[in-house]
T-cell receptor
Framework: NAGVMQNPRHLVRRRGQEARLRCSPMKGHSHVYWYRQLPEEGLKFMVYLQKENIIDESGMPKERFSAEFPKEGPSILRIQQVVRGDSAAYFC?????????????FGPGTRLTVT | TQLLEQSPQFLSIQEGENLTVYCNSSSVFSSLQWYRQEPGEGPVLLVTVVTGGEVKKLKRLTFQFGDARKDSSLHITAAQTGDTGLYLCAGGGATNKLIFGTGTLLAVQP
């Protein structure tokens, strides 16, 4: 029973390049979340998606960042024209209704380094 | 802005000791989740509490949700070296997004 899958695990980009981070939710889960963990900081919510819909993007930077969760395939977090401050660990989580809450299960993360 | 403060920030204890980690907020949450995170890995869900005053036990770990659903505690009995890690509480609300606490880094020495 596979958990949340993320790839790549490590990604190195030069300033100005694009970064694409992929997330496959747990089987049967239709809710996907992206969080960012900056060095020496806690986990911060970025965006919440269901299939083909963005539900809450209140934590997404206004520029350069976008996310999608298409009908088929993984969820993608896209960062255009990366800058050094984008270097962080990006985690994806997925959930489904458990009767009391939406328990979120996390993937192993993608560690983005911008040089 | 909803904030979750955890205390202590760091804790170093000997194997066999007991410890309690606190998670406090001025905001009400509909659910409270506890995670443990190892270096280089994602957070692993330990427990979810949803009812004020709820107590859940997971082997040597006891989790409590405050009556007002603003705070929570994690108590570990007879700590083992395998309990070492970063413990995170996270509050859930109406939009499902989680607000994470500041974290407690636990080191259990043999």
């Amino acid at each position: 029973n596979a958990g949340v899958m993320q790839n790549p695990r490590h990604l190195v980009r030069r300033r100005g390049q694009e970064a694409r981070l992929r997330c496959s939710p747990m089987k049967g889960h239709s809710h996907v979340y992206w969080y960012r963990q900056l060095p020496e900081e806690g986990l911060k919510f970025m965006v919440y998606l269901q299939k083909e819909n963005i539900i809450d993007e209140s934590g997404m930077p206004k520029e350069r960042f976008s996310a999608e969760f298409p009908k088929e395939g993984p969820s993608i977090l896209r960062i255009q024209q990366v800058v050094r401050g984008d270097s962080a660990a990006y985690f994806c989580a997925s959930s489904d209704w458990t009767g009391g809450s939406y328990e979120q299960y996390f993937g192993p993360g993608t560690r983005l380094t911008v040089t | 802005t909803q904030l979750l403060e955890q205390s202590p920030q760091f804790l170093s204890i000997q194997e066999g000791e007991n410890l309690t980690v606190y998670c406090n907020s001025s905001s009400v949450f509909s659910s409270l989740q506890w995670y443990r995170q190892e270096p280089g890995e994602g957070p692993v869900l330990l427990v979810t509490v949803v009812t004020g005053g709820e107590v859940k036990k997971l082997k040597r770990l006891t989790f409590q949700f405050g009556d007002a659903r603003k705070d929570s505690s994690l108590h570990i009995t007879a700590a083992q070296t395998g309990d070492t890690g970063l413990y995170l509480c996270a509050g859930g609300g109406a939009t499902n997004k989680l607000i994470f606490g500041t974290g407690t880094l636990l080191a259990v020495q043999p």
